[in-house]
């Protein structure tokens, strides 16, 4: 598999895979001129692609949708004057080289979604934007490659905010966002020897800070997980526009000026801005 997170935040949100010659993105938040320029980077056009796949309605999501009348679209919610192939829970559907399964999320958008992707060889999984995750989902995720996985907020940080009280409530409540200690939570339950790179997205700009995200899931990870960590395992925090960028080696992950952590014998060094 190939990605690139092209954008996580409250700002907007998209994620270009690659398998062999299939090309999905996911989500079309951001801006049309960020968004063909980023896609360009990849190497693509908004025409070359055979899917864009949906995690839920809200605007930082699907902003862009109108310009992608002339691709495939799989939602689990309608959108108006938009046709789309509707996504359900657990039922499975192929695009290419792609086997997605769909997981229910707790946030406060209709039928938000997220996927667990597999090409017959890796497995990818992409969980942005809900309150908590599902035990019975555990297992399905457990011992994927790669994971980009929300890391929203420090609570403490976002009680400091001067965000109103329901609004604060609302982020850390059950149909919110995953703060960092729960994520680190689901990262314990879900990494493995095989698990090669984890990608913390979503970021509060005000609630939070890619050292505070990193070092809980970190220490998480460094406590539970003792000899029993991939030697190369890549931890890294993303920024609103900042792409993170994986190739099918090692050799050609480029982070960019992103945040990163690198597991290296069950060591992690900081790096970066």
């Known amino acids: 598999m190939k990605f690139s997170l092209l954008a996580s935040g409250s700002k907007g949100n998209s994620f270009f895979l690659q398998s062999g010659e299939t090309k999905v993105l996911i989500d079309c938040g951001t801006t049309k001129k960020y968004l063909i320029n980023a896609l360009k980077m990849c190497g693509v056009d908004i025409c070359d692609l055979d899917a864009l796949v949906i995690t839920h309605d809200h605007s930082d999501h699907?902003?862009?949708?109108?310009?992608?009348?002339?691709?495939?679209?799989?939602?689990?919610?309608?959108?108006?004057?938009?046709?789309?192939?509707?996504?359900?829970?657990?039922?499975?559907?192929?695009?290419?080289e792609l086997v997605f399964t769909p997981i229910a999320l707790s946030h406060d958008a209709l039928n938000t979604t997220g996927y667990i992707i597999e090409n017959g060889v890796e497995k990818l999984v992409y969980v942005t934007d809900t309150g908590y995750v599902q035990e019975r989902y555990i297992p399905l995720m457990k011992g994927a490659d790669w994971i980009v996985l929300e890391s929203n907020h420090d609570v403490e940080m976002l009680m400091h905010t001067s965000r109103?009280?329901?609004?604060?409530?609302?982020?850390?409540?059950?149909?919110?966002?995953?703060?960092?200690?729960?994520?680190?939570?689901?990262?314990?339950?879900?990494?493995?020897?095989?698990?090669k790179m984890i990608i913390l997205a979503h970021l509060s700009e005000q609630?939070?800070?890619?050292e505070k995200a990193l070092q809980v899931s970190k220490d998480v990870l460094l406590h539970q997980h003792v000899g029993a960590l991939?030697?190369?395992?890549?931890?890294?925090?993303?920024?609103?526009?900042?792409?993170?960028?994986?190739?099918e080696t090692d050799e050609e992950m480029d982070p960019g000026s992103v945040f990163c952590a690198i597991g290296m014998e069950h060591r992690f060094n900081g790096t970066g801005a």
């Open 62 to 96: 699907v902003s862009q949708i109108r310009h992608f009348k002339d691709v495939a679209i799989y939602s689990p919610v309608e959108i108006v004057d938009i046709e789309t192939f509707h996504v359900r829970p657990l039922q499975k559907f192929t695009i290419g």
């Open 164 to 195: 109103p009280q329901f609004l604060k409530m609302r982020i850390y409540g059950d149909d919110g966002h995953l703060n960092n200690e729960d994520c680190a939570e689901v990262l314990n339950s879900i990494v493995t020897e095989n698990t």
């Open 207 to 210: 609630a939070n800070t890619r």
């Open 230 to 247: 991939n030697d190369h395992l890549l931890l890294c925090a993303a920024g609103q526009f900042e792409m993170i960028r994986k190739g």
